[in-house]
């Protein structure tokens, strides 16, 4: 059974940084078409971060030039690392496939980022 583990959220100020990483075990595809999304209370999910079929990092604008996404192989995990933080960041982060059939969703990890 595929399990996904989100952690390395927390409360942070504006323009801080944090590291976020999601464990993938379970799969046979590994860590392939993992990405991160976000969701905020009373907006949808939003697929934030996550790799284009040759490997190359895909952001939305929003966040471009500020997060990057990693493959870790020695954690088997996919990673996200999040710079110069804004309040508008702050949501709930969880990690998933990119398209096709969902795998099932973890906890996420809450991010908050203060003025």
């Known amino acids: 059974q595929v399990q996904l583990v989100e952690s390395g959220g927390g409360l942070v100020q504006a323009g801080s940084s944090l590291r976020l990483s999601c464990e993938v075990s379970g799969s046979v595809s590994g860590l392939d078409g993992i990405g991160w999304y976000r969701q905020v209370p009373s907006r949808s999910r939003e697929l934030v971060a996550r790799f284009s079929i040759l490997g190359d990092p895909i952001y939305v604008e929003d966040v471009r030039g500020r997060f990057a996404i990693f493959k870790d192989t020695a954690k088997n995990s996919v990673d996200l690392q999040m710079d110069n933080l804004k309040p508008e960041d702050s949501a709930v982060y969880s990690c998933?496939?990119?398209?096709?059939?969902?795998?099932?969703w973890g906890r996420g990890t809450q991010v908050t980022v203060s003025t």
């Open positions: 998933n496939r990119d398209s096709g059939r969902l795998l099932p």
